[in-house]
């Protein structure tokens, strides 16, 4: 695949270009691999501007200046950029690889596989993503004055989920600095998330950014469109009049304290909004609490990995291709072959479910391509007037069709924590965890898994194609045993303390610990109290994206020390 002079296999810079992934109005995006002394290599992505636009000196201006933003930003909620580079006449940005889907591709996922996110889930996403809106708003440059961002494309495609439970916000390449002005007539961001006064064309705040963050509250809590099958024009029109849809009229079970967290972000004039993310991120926050939702990443990868079981073992053999392969000729026609592959198969899929839309068939292949990896929303489309565009698809693509050796049957491999679980599928016992189960009939199975002095944990999961093999990991939570009730006197009721131990636990790097979904600091612990009883503590380090658990044992009137090393 020849993309404007880059190829596969050939060197930028210090980057391996291995694959393209998609291209959208502005930008194609490349998976690279980044080499450096010792064996040091990373996978990160490349967003090169096309070929077309590389003499469009406004294009050109909205390039550099993401670059500029990006080289400002670092922050766990914001997409971080490693570089800029230029390669003969074309320019490019070097960002961080992120595996997960964006929040519009988990929405009506959820939703087709009646597995919608629970509500506290997306209330803890949006939380997460207002914090790093905030940062964005609030951040200064080096002579210390406020930078003045707006993002000005806050939609579900530019809110993105990390499968190890993280939210990260995207896309910088249509945002306003303070310094600069707005060019009368042209919008630039996606329509059915504008603030009025954005729609109008007038110079915008941080405020119309929490307006569009409104609506994506509002799609991910109903479950629905803010205005679904409407035209963008007819969107606008509503906005811009304040005839909004109250969320309760889709959901009425929807939490009323939620529906007016969304009404106030989504207020047609700005005065009457959250006057900052932070101040969204607070409402947000207090809901949680006040409902005693303790939400960690684990919980949301748990149901990420759920809900694209499938997909993340397609696209990590697809990953793990790419980084065993040299790029030579051969190997980077395999590559090439499973992303076709992946391609083919869901324009099969999309096929025998009806003819799609002119719309979906012109940009079905650049979205197939992104979803393998899940970088969709990082390739961008920006609109510059009263219209939505959608990616162009690459033309000409050749679709090599080859005939399949015989397939190995899947495989099935199951493992508990703490291991040593029983296992059965289906009803039928399968051994003792973990073991590796193949033969199985296609469709869904269900797993099960006991253990004694713990409640038995079950999935239903997906049989992988044949030759593959997926990995599924059933947790278990220790049994609380009541102690034996004594005899008591009426006369004198003896209450006997809990016995009681004490924990210490130092990790490396440093991790918050969770108990039952409630946090009992970060480590190090120092002979922490905790009632006699065996636990599964949960560890975690946002800056490391560390996520594992492990099982203690509290004695009567001892200290249990544990020191672990990640």
Do not use: C
Request: glycine share 8%; aromatic share 6%.
């Amino acid at each position: 695949m020849r993309s404007g002079g880059w190829e596969p296999g050939t060197t930028v810079g210090q980057y391996l270009l291995m694959t393209p992934l998609a291209q959208g109005g502005m930008a194609e995006i490349w998976l690279a691999r980044q080499s450096g002394p010792k064996g040091f290599e990373r996978l990160v992505v490349i967003k090169r501007m096309i070929d077309a636009l590389e003499s469009d000196p406004e294009h050109v201006d909205m390039f550099i200046t993401e670059a500029r933003l990006a080289a400002q930003l670092n922050h766990p909620h914001v997409i971080q950029v490693f570089d800029l580079g230029e390669d003969g006449s074309s320019l490019y940005l070097v960002m961080e690889y992120l595996d997960g889907e964006n929040l519009s591709v988990v929405r009506r996922l959820g939703v087709k596989h009646q597995l919608p996110m629970l509500d506290h889930h997306a209330v803890r996403l949006i939380a997460w993503a207002s914090d790093g809106l905030h940062y964005a708003h609030t951040r200064v440059g080096v002579d210390g004055r406020p930078l003045g961002i707006v993002h000005r494309d806050i939609s579900p495609q530019n809110l993105f989920a990390t499968f190890d439970g993280g939210l990260k916000v995207l896309d910088f390449g249509v945002a306003k600095l303070a310094s600069q002005n707005t060019m009368s007539g042209k919008l630039k961001g996606k329509l059915g998330y504008m603030s009025p006064e954005q729609a109008r064309g007038e110079q915008v705040d941080a405020r119309s950014d929490l307006f569009a963050m409104g609506i994506v509250l509002f799609e991910q809590l109903t479950r629905t469109r803010l205005f679904p099958g409407v035209e963008d024009t007819q969107v606008l029109g509503a906005i811009a009049h304040g005839t909004l849809p109250r969320p309760t009229e889709r959901r009425a079970d929807l939490d009323p304290t939620l529906e007016v967290i969304i009404m106030k972000a989504m207020a047609s004039r700005r005065e009457d909004r959250f006057q900052s993310a932070r101040e969204m991120q607070d409402a947000l926050e207090a809901w949680l609490q006040k409902n005693g939702f303790v939400v960690t990443t684990s919980d949301i990868a748990d149901y990420l990995r759920t809900l694209f079981a499938r997909r993340i073992h397609d696209r990590r053999q697809l990953i793990e291709a790419a980084m065993r392969a040299e790029m030579t000729p051969s190997s980077v026609e395999k590559v090439q072959r499973l992303a076709r592959t992946a391609t083919t198969s869901a324009i099969t899929s999309k096929s025998k479910a009806g003819t799609a839309p002119a719309k979906e068939k012109r940009s079905l292949l650049g979205l197939v391509l992104g979803f393998v990896l899940g970088m969709t929303a990082i390739a961008g489309v920006t609109v510059y007037a009263l219209v939505s565009r959608e990616p162009a698809a690459p033309k000409n693509v050749p679709v090599v069709v080859v005939k399949p050796p015989e397939a190995a049957p899947p495989v099935l491999v199951i493992s508990s924590v703490p291991p040593g679980a029983s296992i059965t599928i289906d009803g039928k016992s399968s051994g003792t965890a973990p073991v590796t189960v193949q033969g199985l009939s296609a469709g869904d199975h269900l797993l099960e898994a006991t253990l004694e002095g713990h409640q038995p944990a079950s999935r239903t999961v997906p049989l992988p194609k044949p030759g593959e093999r997926l990995m599924i990991e059933l947790a278990l939570t220790p049994t609380r045993v009541a102690p034996p009730v004594e005899p008591r006197d009426p006369k004198h009721q003896v209450v006997r303390p809990k016995p009681m131990g004490k924990l210490t636990l130092k990790t490396t790097p440093w991790t918050s610990v969770f108990l039952s979904g409630k946090k009992l600091g970060d480590t190090p612990l120092v002979d922490f109290p905790i009632p006699v009883g065996t636990y599964v503590l949960k560890l975690s380090n946002p800056d490391t994206g560390l996520n594992t658990s492990i099982e203690v044992e509290i004695k009567s009137g001892q200290t249990t020390a544990k020191k672990l090393k990640f």
